[in-house]
């Protein structure tokens, strides 16, 4: 079965319009980056600090104090108590503050 000669240039036509609108999208997308970009970069210059961690982007540790260790028994014996490297911030002494997540900004 032949297609007819109007179907044929139809086909085309839709398949140039296709194309173009790919090539919209395309430059929409890269134009929502550029904006997304300069929006982020403004964000950052009027950022405020984090309160929570006073813009540093990590607190002290909060389970051991800054103390990387942790009073810890094993066997809940107040005679066997040993100091262990805390479970939260595995010895380093601060956390990543959760208010930010690190970036010590809103
Ligand atoms: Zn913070
Ligand atoms: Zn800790």
């Known amino acids: 079965m032949e297609v007819p000669q109007p179907l044929q240039t ?12 790919i090539c919209i999208s395309f430059a929409a997308s890269t134009t ?6 300069a929006t982020e ?3 950052k210059s009027t950022a405020k600090p984090c309160q ?27 005679i066997h108590i040993n100091p262990c490297q805390c479970p939260t911030c595995d010895g380093h002494s601060i956390q990543r503050c959760l208010n930010c997540v690190g970036k010590g900004y809103y």
């Not at 006073?54 to 103390?67: D, S, T």
């Open 10 to 21: 139809l086909a085309k036509t839709g398949a140039i319009v296709a194309g173009g609108i």
């Open 32 to 37: 929502i980056k550029v904006i997304q970009s």
């Open 41 to 43: 970069a403004k964000r």
């Open 52 to 78: 929570g961690c006073k813009g540093k982007g990590f607190h002290i540790c909060k389970l051991c104090k800054g103390n990387a260790t942790i009073q810890w028994s094993p066997l809940y014996d107040p």
